[in-house]
């Protein structure tokens, strides 16, 4: 039996190129992939971390950026406890699509849904978002707000235990039933019970 308390769904969205699968990556497997290739569709990544002596299984999806794949990626909005918005620092329109993305998780995604604007790429010199323009944002938009650099490292591991932490702080202060007292009562409805109790109410 597998050994955890909670699983959230993380998903990650935004412009074709910000770093999305990088991000995953660095964070799941500890690396910066060499000429990464542009996500078909949806990837998904597991990893479990813990916090507070407890285990927290993130199922990662990392969705393509380009607009051709747009029908696919809303059908993962519904499910996720977080979306990860992200954009790239040293380029402007990846910025300015920011608008489009949040219509698109207010259509598609819970009205619940932890939301956390990421702004990627900060090793780069050649910055166009000043950090304050992107906190701004944000701030206006009710997310947290992060930079990070999946190439340095810098803040990836953060990014998603802040998020695991946040998600895990919620769900205890629903008292919500945790995985070990569902799993033991019907293994076959652990993920459908787990939904609709973390995301549904
Ligand atoms: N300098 C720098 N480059 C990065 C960073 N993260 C990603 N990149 C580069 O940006 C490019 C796109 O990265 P991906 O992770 O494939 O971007 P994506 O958002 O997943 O793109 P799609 O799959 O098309 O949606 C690659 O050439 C990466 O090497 C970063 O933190 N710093």
Request: aromatic letters at 10%; proline letters at 3%.
């Amino acid at each position: 039996m597998e050994d955890y308390k909670f699983l959230f769904k993380v998903v990650l969205v935004g412009n074709a190129g910000v770093g999305k699968t990088c991000l995953v990556r660095r964070f799941t497997q500890g690396l910066f992939p060499p000429g990464q290739g542009a996500t078909i569709g949806v990837d998904f990544m597991i990893k479990t971390v813990e916090i507070e002596n407890e285990k927290v299984k993130l199922q990662i999806w990392d969705t393509a950026g380009q607009e051709r794949f747009r029908s696919i990626t809303h059908s993962y909005y519904r499910s996720a406890h977080a979306l990860i918005l992200v954009y790239d620092i040293s380029c402007q329109p990846t910025f300015d699509c920011l608008p489009d993305w949040l219509k698109e998780i207010e259509e598609y995604a819970s009205s619940k849904v932890l939301r956390v604007l990421v702004g990627n790429k900060i090793d780069r010199d050649d910055r166009e978002i000043p950090t304050h323009v992107g906190e701004d944002f944000a701030q206006r938009h009710n997310m947290y707000y992060l930079e990070t650099s999946a190439k340095e490292s810098d803040n990836v591991e953060n990014l998603f235990v802040k998020i695991a932490t946040e998600l895990m702080e919620q769900a205890k202060s629903k008292e919500l039933p945790r995985y070990d007292e569902i799993n033991s009562q019907n293994i076959n409805r652990r993920t459908t019970s787990i939904d609709v109790t973390c995301c549904g109410n």
